[in-house]
Each structure stands twice: as structure tokens, then as C-alpha cells.
């Protein structure tokens, strides 16, 4: 026969309950930490300059365009002097690395910032809910139910790591909310100016 456990005294109650309280500020406090993280790698990634150099392929590819180019300009030379035109007023054919790709928009990246940022803040407060809701679930419990002593750790571990809630921003997600946005703007533009 097994003998019962103890029930928690109301002193234990009260300090699982300070406890659980406290860590519940760490969590929410670690929720807004995490999504600082989220907003600078966001703003990292959207901040980052690729050079043709830093990759073999790109460089490969970049030196065969080069090459192609000055062959091209040669060609567009030399019709140029049958033509009569002037070297000073001759066209010309270029190509060059661009680094960044749609973010090298400012307008863009305001675009991308806003969407980054209602989609962390978003995540954070779901985070937020869920640490609260558990919080208060296990008070409920530690006050309700008298839990046992040998018991009190397991539901002080059972508050759900942040990270559970706060996921990686992806890119592409963005994207098609932004598209999404602006597909329901022209849609509403053309409702209300008419047109195709």
C-alpha cells in the first residue's frame, strides 16, 4: 500500500504561486527579446549586400557576361564608325552586378519593414496569450487542486518555452501578404474608380 503525499501547505502555495509569477514576467520579458532578435535578422537579411565575388558561380557567370559585353560593344563600335557616328555619341552596351534585389528600393523596404513588423508583433502577442493562459492555469492548479509537494517542480517546469510560439520570419510569407495587400487595394481602386 502506498502511502499518500502531503498535500501543499498554504505557505508553498503562496510561494509556488510568487514563483510562477515571476517567471511568467521572465517569459514575457524573453518574448519581447526574441522578437527584437527577429526584427534585426529581418532587418540583416533585408540589409545585405551580395558581391559577385563571394560566391564562384556568381563570379563565373559575371565574368562570362563581362566578356560578352565587351565583344558586344566592340560589334556596336565598329557598325557605329561605318555608320559616321562619332565615338563621343556612339551607344553603348553595359552590364553590372546589382548586389540586392527588390530591397534595394527604399519604398520596398518600408513595404517589407511594416509587413516584418505586424507579423513579429503579431507572434509575440500570441507568445504573450499562451504564457498568461499557462500561468494561470497552473496558479488555478497550485490553489485549486492542493497539489503535492513532489508535484510543485513538474508544473513549475510545465510553463512552455517561448520558442514554441515565436517562429522565423520567411521572407516569401511576406511577400505574398504584401502582394495580397496590394492586390485587395487595386481591386478596391478599381471598385470605386471603375476601369479594367
Not at 1 to 17: G, I, N, V
Not at 18 to 43: G, N, P, S
Not at 61 to 87: D, Y
Not at 130 to 138: F, P, R, S, T
Request: aromatic share 4%.
Amino acid at each position: 500500500m502506498t502511502e499518500e503525499p502531503r498535500k501543499l501547505s498554504r505557505h508553498e502555495t503562496h510561494d509556488l504561486s510568487m514563483i510562477i509569477k515571476d517567471r511568467t514576467k521572465v517569459l514575457r520579458a524573453h518574448a519581447e527579446e526574441q522578437a527584437a532578435a527577429c526584427m534585426a535578422d529581418f532587418e540583416r537579411q533585408m540589409a545585405t549586400v551580395y558581391t559577385f565575388d563571394q560566391d564562384e558561380v556568381w563570379q563565373k557567370a559575371t565574368q562570362e557576361a563581362q566578356r560578352v559585353v565587351q565583344e558586344s560593344q566592340a560589334t556596336i563600335a565598329k557598325r557605329c564608325k561605318a555608320l559616321g557616328i562619332p565615338p563621343t555619341f556612339a551607344p553603348s552596351i553595359s552590364a553590372s552586378w546589382q548586389g540586392r534585389g527588390e530591397n534595394m528600393l527604399s519604398s520596398r523596404r518600408a513595404e517589407l519593414r511594416r509587413v516584418a513588423k505586424s507579423s513579429i508583433d503579431a507572434m509575440t502577442k500570441a507568445a504573450i496569450t499562451k504564457i498568461e493562459k499557462q500561468a494561470l492555469d497552473l496558479r488555478t492548479q497550485v490553489i485549486g487542486m492542493g497539489l503535492l509537494s513532489a508535484d510543485a517542480k513538474m508544473f513549475l517546469e510545465s510553463l512552455a518555452p517561448i520558442e514554441e510560439s515565436m517562429r522565423q520570419l520567411d521572407f516569401g510569407e511576406i511577400e505574398k501578404k504584401l502582394e495580397n495587400e496590394q492586390q485587395l487595394r487595386l481591386a478596391d481602386r478599381r471598385r470605386l474608380y471603375g476601369g479594367e
